[in-house]
Every structure is written in structure tokens, then in C-alpha cells.
């Protein structure tokens, strides 16, 4: 049974930051592109970024470009997402799962595909 877990969100100012960190157990990131997700309230799903299998190359989507750094780390089966100078419109939740970049955007994975729960990042203004 896969289960894939976010942590690190929290409630920050405008210019802040955070970062995020998401770990599974019966799946292992190696194995596929990787992605950071957010839905807001009221709003679809929005593909953050998607990492490479080897980890140097990151597709990031326009909104967060400069800003978010992805990263993984293989021996902790670990996704890290880095958020800088953090805008009220970046609240949502945000979800990690296996991605492809399709153009200029970031979409889910047809394989390895699992969600976790989420966690909540809320910017102040």
C-alpha cells in the first residue's frame, strides 16, 4: 500500500518563506519525474514543478519561476520544495506526485500517480 506524506506548510507574511518536504512508503521517487501540485480554494489544480528522475532538471511553471527550488534526495526517499519571497497567491494546498511537463505546464503522472493529503500554505498580505 503506497502512502505519500507533505509536511511544512504553515502560515507565513508576504515575502516569506517555507519549505516542504514530502516522503512516501511503498514508492519509490527514483523511479519517476516528481511534482509539486496546489489547488486553491475554487480553483483547479496547478502544476508547480516536476524534477527529473535524476534531479538536474526542474520544470517550474510560470507563477513560481525564481522564486520555488525543487529538489530530491534520493537516499531519504525525499521531495523538498523551497519557497521564497511567498505572495498571498500562492495559498493553497500543495501536493507532491509523479508529473510530466507538457509544454509550458506541469501535469500529473500517468504512472506512479498517488496523492497524499496535502499540506496547507496560507500568505498574509
Known amino acids: 500500500q503506497v502512502q505519500v506524506a507533505e509536511s511544512g506548510g504553515g502560515l507565513v507574511q508576504r515575502g516569506g518563506s517555507l519549505r516542504l518536504s514530502c516522503t512516501a512508503s511503498?514508492?519509490?521517487?527514483?523511479?519517476?519525474?516528481m511534482g509539486w501540485f496546489r489547488q486553491a480554494p475554487g480553483k483547479e489544480r496547478e502544476g508547480v514543478s516536476c524534477?527529473?528522475?535524476?534531479?538536474?532538471?526542474?520544470h517550474y511553471a510560470d507563477s513560481v519561476k525564481d522564486r520555488f527550488t525543487a529538489s530530491r534526495d534520493s537516499a531519504k526517499n525525499t521531495l523538498y520544495l523551497e519557497m521564497n519571497d511567498l505572495k498571498p497567491e500562492d495559498t493553497a494546498i500543495y501536493y507532491c506526485?509523479?508529473?510530466?511537463?507538457?509544454?509550458?505546464?506541469?501535469?500529473?503522472?500517468?504512472?506512479?500517480?498517488?496523492w497524499g493529503q496535502g499540506t496547507q500554505v496560507t500568505v498574509s498580505s
Open positions: 506526485a509523479s508529473c510530466m511537463a507538457y509544454g509550458s505546464s506541469v501535469r500529473p503522472g500517468t504512472r506512479g500517480l498517488y
Open positions: 524534477i527529473n528522475r535524476s534531479g538536474d532538471y526542474t
Open positions: 511503498g514508492l519509490n521517487f527514483d523511479d519517476y519525474p
